[in-house]
């Protein structure tokens, strides 16, 4: 029997969304990509009578040597990508050529690109059409309307401009294609996808906000805090899926039990994360408690094992840390019956990292998500560096300073590194592991113990925050300015507890200076997170 395969793929999805970097767009167009592969998929299938095969184990992989001309087998199926298998060639064409329509009228702005084969031989199939897939991915289409001379340009993404719109304020912008129709989303869907996926059926009486600007009365759609205007933007990604795809693939030899497991395992993973988000939503509603039923959370990308969301810069990292626990806890309980049945094959859990970037709310969005995936990959390159099977779950944070935001590791080598007789010394420990009971890497209850010590009667913690600038200037003077300050904890007998934090980090004598042995203190990340969450 022979099998024809279309792979779709919809790319620069983060772009997508930020590019305007405005809320009310960037909303629409979350909302834009999270329905593409769901309710508007299923549009297609039904609007040309197709049936979509569904599989709930791997013994149905027998109903892929029997599928019929009208059939339709989704090996993948999630955020914003599907890999579709048919039986029948004309079927799958007919398939394509409205679907690629549909995308472009639908979507307009996004980079989508497709890939097809045929081969009698599933697995194969599946080979060669990624293999297809990756090389169309380096031959985008282009896009559609391209800009003559004399076209106007939408200031706020440099596309061609097709309306003259009315802003909130009473101002008319020229505005491209995409972003009106994510303006106008509410016009072409009634559901809200992704904002759904966060909240379990009995909290769907709170909602999210889709404003971050204030008006002249200085009332804002956002809940901020009080005296603040910080935001976290946290990017969470699973560990171990790359490692996870690459066994199955190479341990399943049946071409349709292969296809079938990869739809169980995507199906899995997205349940767990969607799972994972809507508890750590719950824990947000309990801890923030608003009448108005308004969350200072902002869901953007919840698709595969991604996340990422905007929140309250207070409620950032008990969000992220609440996320990836709950991603561990709940991969292990919808990946049981499948570790069991491949035979090991499908991992007993997985698990997540993150990076949050602390940003103000005018600050340019997508630089800042830039550097939260940034952030997310310095966690994974700390956790993945033990070697273990299974890769521990860790956080990575900075508080954006400037206008101008490079990525973690050229920030790091600009502005938290400082040489001190020919050694370089960085202020900061990088990622902090949520798990209290890990050895080789510095927890996240450790720092925050620390900034219990720091917010203690007495401290003077603003004369730490001298000492943290000193630092990158006269290290005699540094040096001086630290000892003064041990000797005021000393007098006031608060010396022990920060002597006792600073131990759990590596620093034996905290008198002598903030530093572990190989030039590294978890001093300025403590200020950071105190400054985020006092």
């Known amino acids: 029997m022979k099998y024809y395969s279309l792979f779709f793929e919809a790319r620069g999805i983060q772009s997508y969304i930020f590019e305007s970097g405005k809320m009310n767009e960037m909303v629409g167009a979350s909302e834009l990509v999270k329905d593409l592969c769901n309710s508007k998929l299923n549009d297609i299938i039904k609007h040309l009578e197709i049936e979509d095969i569904q599989v709930e184990s791997k013994a149905d992989a027998a109903k892929l040597s029997t599928m019929k001309p009208n059939q339709v087998f ?6 914003g990508v599907f890999t579709a298998l ?7 064409d007919h398939f394509l050529a409205l679907w690629s329509i549909f995308v472009t009228s639908y979507i307009p702005g996004l980079e989508a690109v497709h890939a097809v084969a045929e081969s009698e031989n599933i697995k194969e199939l599946i080979e060669e059409t990624y293999d297809i897939l990756g090389y169309n991915r380096n031959c985008p289409p282009a896009f559609l309307p391209e800009a003559t001379p004399m076209h106007v340009m939408a200031p706020r993404t440099g596309k061609p401009a097709v309306e003259n719109r009315y802003e909130p304020d009473g101002k008319r912008v020229w505005t491209d294609e995409a972003s009106i129709r994510k303006l ?13 996926s966060f909240l379990s059926p009995e909290k769907k009486n709170f909602s999210f906000p ?17 005296g603040s205007r910080y935001l976290g933007l946290i990017h969470a990604d699973g560990n171990g899926l790359g490692q996870s795809l690459i066994k199955i693939h190479k341990r399943i030899e049946n071409g349709a039990e292969y296809a079938v497991l990869l739809r169980l395992f995507s199906d899995r993973l997205e349940k767990s994360t969607r799972e994972a988000a809507q508890k750590a939503t719950e824990k947000l509603i309990e801890k923030h ?29 008990q969000f992220t840390e609440d996320y990836c626990k709950a991603f561990e806890q709940t991969t292990e309980k919808n990946f049981a019956d499948l570790h069991k049945v491949s035979g090991g094959i499908i991992p007993e859990k997985l698990t997540a990292c993150a990076g949050i970037a602390y940003i ?34 860790t956080v990575t944070s900075l508080v954006v300073t400037n206008s101008f935001i490079e990525s973690y590791e050229t920030y790091k080598q600009k502005e938290l590194s400082v040489k ?6 960085f202020a900061t420990l990088d990622a902090y592991a949520f798990d209290e009971n890990e050895k080789e890497i510095p927890t996240l209850q450790a720092l925050r113990n620390l900034c219990e010590e720091l917010k203690k009667d007495g401290v003077t913690v603003s004369s730490i925050r001298q000492y943290a600038t000193m630092i990158f200037g006269d290290e005699n003077i540094s040096s001086e300015k630290w000892r003064k300050w041990i000797k005021n904890l000393t007098e006031r007998g608060l010396l022990q507890g920060l002597s006792d934090c600073m131990k759990v980090f590596g620093i034996e004598d905290v008198k002598e200076s903030p530093w572990t042995n190989d030039g590294k203190t978890p001093l300025f990340d403590a200020l950071q997170l105190l400054s985020m969450e006092e």
């Open 184 to 196: 106008d989303v509410e016009k072409f869907q009634s559901s809200h996808a992704l904002v759904d």
């Open 86 to 92: 048919f039986a029948d060639k004309a079927v799958r």
């Open 420 to 425: 001190i007789n020919d050694k370089t010394f």
């Open 360 to 393: 103000k709310n005018n600050q340019p969005f997508m630089d800042a998500f830039n550097l939260a995936e940034s952030l997310c990959s310095e966690s994974k390159k700390v956790s993945k560096a033990l070697g273990r099977d299974l890769i521990p779950a």
């Open 210 to 226: 889709e404003n971050l600007e204030f008006d002249e009365n200085g009332n804002c759609d956002f809940p901020f805090k009080k």
């Open 289 to 317: 408690a608003e009448d108005s039923g308004m969350l200072p959370l902002r869901p953007l990308v919840l698709g595969g094992d991604d996340l990422t969301v905007l929140v309250r810069a207070d409620y950032a990292m």
């Open 74 to 79: 989704f090996s993948r199926r999630s955020g």
